[in-house]
């Protein structure tokens, strides 16, 4: 978590710009438009370190609840530059269409001048809902199309706790000047995608359920990285968390494509072979059998979903476990030259961990054989673990997570990676499209 870590794409912003200002062939041009979005986090080698967040004092249980919820929602991940103070705000966020600019994110903290503290609760409350400040509309790079879920009682709680913290004076960099001027836009791209509304209970699923979906779908926007975008920006509901591309940074200040795989039930790419209890404890430890977190989860796993309460893990997993598969990824057409070669560089560089039957080893790594990250609908995480390696965040090393994983970028040509993530999407019953050096190329 270091410097420019955050492409939005999710600023609907820009698709604004784009569509206000640009022709829309541009848009369109733009690298991975529809599908692509919003973002955070670091991952490779400069690996986030968790935000150390003030305490709530502890004698208001509204406050302590707040200091939880916030928790919940990751406010300090993308309102935190490291190594400044929590809240305080000023972390970039970029497009894709990186021609558009930076937006920073602001200064939550109660300053009066240069955060929040003028704001009442009511005006909080609207901005959490409907993505309207006091002084004109945010963009969606601030999650509300998720928080508008989000019960009053909890909004109100959340303003409370940051009443509490330090104020700071620090103003974070002005936007660009696409930003300033596309902000009027926002009223328009509301009108059209913004589901104003707060979360309404399925009568038909468990309480545990229903407190899952709250979580997932409000304060947990796992959508806003997890589901696709339309060519402007608003997630495709009809494809929730069907796993979408994020721009992220891969190493300090390099910006790459990454897949935030399907979390449905899916077989071939989804989470169909994790039990409850494998999602829980990944959410919860950042691993599991099947998995590490490395990558943008890192924080998200770092500084919001490891403080969750233990039947709050457990919520989130049932409500995951209960999502229709997502179209499963196709089997893959590939020669038997192709398998061979694709094999060699296999057993000569990931055999030793991953092992023959792509089962992993105990202590050494994760099994590829059924990895949502190898069979992604979209190969890119796996473009990006083989050329940069993989970290768990520091300080989420509970006994028995996986260890790091080396980067192969300084050992093996693009033709060599395609050819051996090929090999892995191909074996073991994996399933995924075919990949190209090409598109090796384009993540080194
Ligand atoms: C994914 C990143 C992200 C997360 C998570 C996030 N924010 Fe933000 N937030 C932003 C960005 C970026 C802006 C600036 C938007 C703009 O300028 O239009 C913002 C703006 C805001 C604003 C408007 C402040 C102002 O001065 O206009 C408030 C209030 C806010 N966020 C509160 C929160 C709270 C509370 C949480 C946690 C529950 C949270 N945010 C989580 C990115 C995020
Ligand atoms: C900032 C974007 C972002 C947010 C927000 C986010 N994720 Fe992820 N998630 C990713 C990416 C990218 C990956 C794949 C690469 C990695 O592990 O970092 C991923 C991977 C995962 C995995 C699969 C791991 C595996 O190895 O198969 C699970 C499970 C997951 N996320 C659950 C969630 C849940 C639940 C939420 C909401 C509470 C959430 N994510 C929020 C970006 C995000
Ligand atoms: C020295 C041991 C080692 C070698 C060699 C190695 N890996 Fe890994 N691999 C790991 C570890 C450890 C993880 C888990 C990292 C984490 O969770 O942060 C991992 C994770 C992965 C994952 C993600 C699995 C998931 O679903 O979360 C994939 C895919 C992967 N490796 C592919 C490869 C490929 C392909 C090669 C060969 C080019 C390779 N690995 C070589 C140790 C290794």
Known sequence: MMTLRKMVMHGAAMVLGAGLFLSPAVAQDAPAASDAPVTTNTPGVDVPTPVDVPPAPTV???????????????????????????????????????????????????????????????????AMHTGEGPSGPLYPAF????????????????????????????????????????????????????????????????????????LVNGLGHCSACHTPRNLLLAEKSTEHLWGAVVPDVVLEGEYRPWFAVNLTQSKQG??????????????????????????????????????????????????????????????MQITEEETKAGEALYLKHCEECHAKTGRGGFMKAPP?????????RDPASLINIILYGAEPAKGLNPPGAWESMRSFRDRMTDEEIAAVANYVRSSWKNGGSKMTPQDVAKQR
């Open 60 to 126: 208001d249980p509204q406050v302590q609840r707040g200091e939880y919820l916030a928790r919940m929602g990751n406010c300090v991940s993308c309102h935190t530059v490291h190594g400044n103070e929590p809240f305080a705000g000023g972390l970039p966020f970029k497009t894709p269409y990186m021609f558009l600019g930076t937006m920073y994110s602001t200064n939550i903290t109660p300053d009066e001048e240069t955060g929040i503290g003028t704001w009442s609760e009511a005006d909080f409350v609207k």
């Open 143 to 214: 999650p509300y199309t998720s928080f508008t879920k989000v019960t009053d009682d909890d909004v109100k709680a959340i303003y409370a706790y940051l009443r509490t913290v330090k104020p700071v004076k620090y103003e974070p960099p002005s936007n660009s000047f696409i930003f300033v001027v596309a902000r009027f836009g926002m009223k328009i791209w509301n009108a059209m995608f913004l589901e104003e509304g707060r979360f309404v209970a399925d009568s038909s699923q468990s309480e545990e359920w229903n407190r899952g979906a709250y």
């Open 270 to 331: 989804g989470l169909g072979a994790w039990s409850v209890d494998d999602i829980k404890r990944y959410l919860k430890t950042g691993h599991n059998k099947f998995a590490g977190t490395f990558g943008p989860m890192n924080e998200v796993i770092a500084n919001s979903l490891s403080h969750m309460t233990e039947e709050d893990a457990k919520a989130m997993a049932v409500y995951l476990k209960s999502l229709p598969p997502a179209p499963e990824s196709e089997p």
């Open 368 to 376: 590829v054989a059924g990895s949502a990250i190898a069979q992604g």
